[in-house]
């Protein structure tokens, strides 16, 4: 049985790290090839890991998180947030802490 066969939707095949791996790489616009070179695959195989026929060993699954800078738990689908906190550095979370505070007050000002 697939270490992920819990993770199966009513796709058929696919399950809910084939939908992200073919998400991302859509939101990255890459090839199945570019993301095989990535993690040291033939594009075959990493064209099974989206149809969700062949599972990722852990290292490509980590070098993939880490190249899109999402979690694993996104991957997995056992969380909808893509980003995690380690994914940006201090002066970025500062940013967007700045940026939504800025939002928010204009929001309040322009009801």
Known sequence: MPLYNHLRTTKGARNILSDRLYKLR?????????????????RSTYSNYEQGTRE?????????????????????????????????????????ERALNLYQEMKIKYK
């Open 26 to 42: 859509k939101k990255y616009d890459l090839k199945q090839d570019d993301v095989a070179d990535i993690i040291g695959v033939v």
């Open 56 to 96: 990722m060993d852990y290292v490509s699954l980590i070098k993939l998180a880490d190249y899109y800078k999402v979690s694993l738990d996104y991957m997995f689908g056992r969380t909808d947030l893509p980003y995690h906190e380690n994914s940006y550095s201090p002066e970025e979370i500062e940013f967007m």
